[in-house]
């Protein structure tokens, strides 16, 4: 079942029908200042950090689903009727309602009683505000007498405190109204410059600022008192739950339409500058006013929506492709690109089921985004790879999160994921492929956001290898420490404790439980190193990361081949994890594909047979679940992986971001049609017709589809903060279609299913337009390539000489 459709042209999800099974969801904002916005007006919104600078509240795990949000009533003062035209938070029996999540704007609209209404939610580009562009038309025979109330709750900007500090925080609330603009100010009579503000384009007939009298004693959302009665209290908040709602009052004659614009937004002053009078406790407005008022012109507005449109516009023309699937060029040429972006943007720290105020920006979360964002935003890319560096330590390690506003590395979580430094390896190949710019490995980075620290990127990069060879265990292979790639595999743990958490208690010293996925992680990273310094001639270096390399795959052949895949780890014990000989948990998905991304096992047939095990193991029609079978009770050496009930999450579910490693793998074997089967299972919009099992937004990937051993076996859930969107992006466009950047040039590989007869492909690579079209003229892969009109050897595209901008390539595949 669906609840809307793809239109395709105007790069929107249509949704149809108010209440899917979730709140589906889409984000405003793609610099600073940020919103979730669900297709009911849910959610809320933030400047830079969501926990520490929360403009508006949201009420998560509520009922009714979907509580807090950017809403606006519609009162008909005849009858005293009144609604929400986006359903939510009246949820009315709405005619005609349609909400458009389309690239960083949402719109929501629908007719009730013969008034018609629209809102259209965007962030104009360089600005710390949202525009609600609100739209009333009457379509009744009559004339129609009408209150608009918008409203907010605002967020005493630190999330986490705003939840749970009521003795404080019910006396700190403050605000101001003036020309009709209400300005949240909480805290900002000592050490806060900055304030939030909500204007209005239309006279106003009221306002208020306090909840519980907007609202009266006891009411909800659905029903506050002073649209009920169609005037506002003009509350002003003295402590307790700051609010804005402002209330307009529209005639309209038939058909007539009125435009009522809203402008929520986020501003600071300089600490010299914050009052005015100097010496009073007013807000200075000076340089506010002026922002109000220019995005409260209508012109203005249109100028700025145009202009993200065109950002969006850049961005995904990067790279577009028409291939025979719907769904293939759908997540390549909007969704998936975009998804990227907003990882990228939020790494995990925000979305429906990311409060906001758990996590920050992940070490490896971060690092595994730009793999599918890096063409879109290099210099964004090149800073990120900066920050994360600096929050490495000079052992090698890393911070394994650290929070956007302040760069610093989060204490709570602390280090010892023994995986994260490698990370940061893939994601400097994945922006000296793209952009060529070799000056970033000189660049000097922290330690430790420590000044004077520091050291060249590219020795960042060494240690990152060094951790992992001074950590080795009694087979040769890495050390897991507090767990690897998968967070819930918990081999030092074993706690015993409930409530602890599994991540950050260590019972053991840590010598014994082993990785072999780190060890494919780093036979794969130490490759790329092998190739940086190659490159930049560095011939002794270049030998030494290679001789590790073949030492770690000599580890993993020797002591971590099964029989018919690739072992998971050893636990404190020594014994295996993920081998036939355990009772649960035999094979796991993680060391196959990383394994064989590598290249171990590519020439004795190891690589076959893995992949065979998990086709036959591990895949389902909803993709491809992460281990088998799945462990039925706690075990205390194995930690979180083994809380889960059966089927969910790290325990047996289909995480998603691994199975694209999978499909990676399967294309270097050169099995086209296998790898875009299992890219299919767990394509968002192919699997829109199964909605309601689903559950998730169909234009999105989910980090976690239930496996075969749960009983909501195909369920999503966690969508968009999630590395699926990256690997995804990089398992389809990379491998299976195959156009790869590389440092010599653009490479095209594609391992496409057999009965595709071809595809085009436009990708902009280091400024050069590449025009490409791949024919089928056998079934095999291999590429003979015309560049220009002239054949050339191999498959990788040479950067034209001197200033051209348009290059075009043919591929024939046979
Ligand atoms: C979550 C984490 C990610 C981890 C994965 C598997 O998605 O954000 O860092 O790798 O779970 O446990
Ligand atoms: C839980 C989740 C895992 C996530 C981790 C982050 O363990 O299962 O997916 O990566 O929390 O702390």
Redesign the pocket.
Known sequence: MRYGYFDDERREYVITQPDTPLPWINYLGCQDYFGLISNTAGGYSFYRDARLRRITRYRYNNVPLDCGGRYIYVRDNDTGAFWSPSWQPTRSDLEAYVCRHGLGYTTIGSTYKGIEAQARYFVPLHENLEIWQFTLTNRRQGSADLSIFSAVEFCLWDAEDDATNFQRNFNTGEVEVEDGVIYHKTEYRERRRHFAFFGCSEELAGFDTQRDVFLGPYRGWDNPTAVERGRSFNSMAHGWAPVGSHHVKVTLKPTETRDIIFVLGYHENPEEKKFDPPDSQTINKQTVKPVIARYLDETNIDTAFEALCDYWDDLLGILQVETPDVHTNRMVNIWNAYQCMVTFNLS?SASFFESGIG?GI?F??SNQDLLGSVHMVPRRGRERILDLGATQLETGGAYHQFQPLTGRGNDRIGTGFNDDPLWLILSVVAYLKETGDWAILDEPVVYENQPRTEQSLYEHLQRSLRYTLDRLGPHGLPLIGR?D????LNLNTFSDTSGESFQTTTTKDGMIAESVFIAGLFVLAAKELTAIAQWRGLEDEARSYLDAAAKMEAAVLDHAWDGAWFLRAYDDFGRKVGSQECEEGQIFIEPQGFCIMAGIGLQDGLAEKALLAVKERLATPHGIILHQPAYTRYYLHLGEISSYPPGYK?NAGI?C?TNPWIMIAEAILGHGDQAHDYYTCINPSAREAISDVHGCEPYVHA?MIAGRAAPTHGEAK?SWL??TAAWNYVAITQWILGIRPTYGGLQVAPVIPSDWPGFEATRVFRGVTYRISVERAGEGNAVSLTVDGQPIEGNIVPSPQGDQAEVVVEAILG
């Open positions: 995990r996590r992940g490896r979360d767990a790639w998968n967070d819930c790290e995480f971001q980090q966690n999630t590395g």
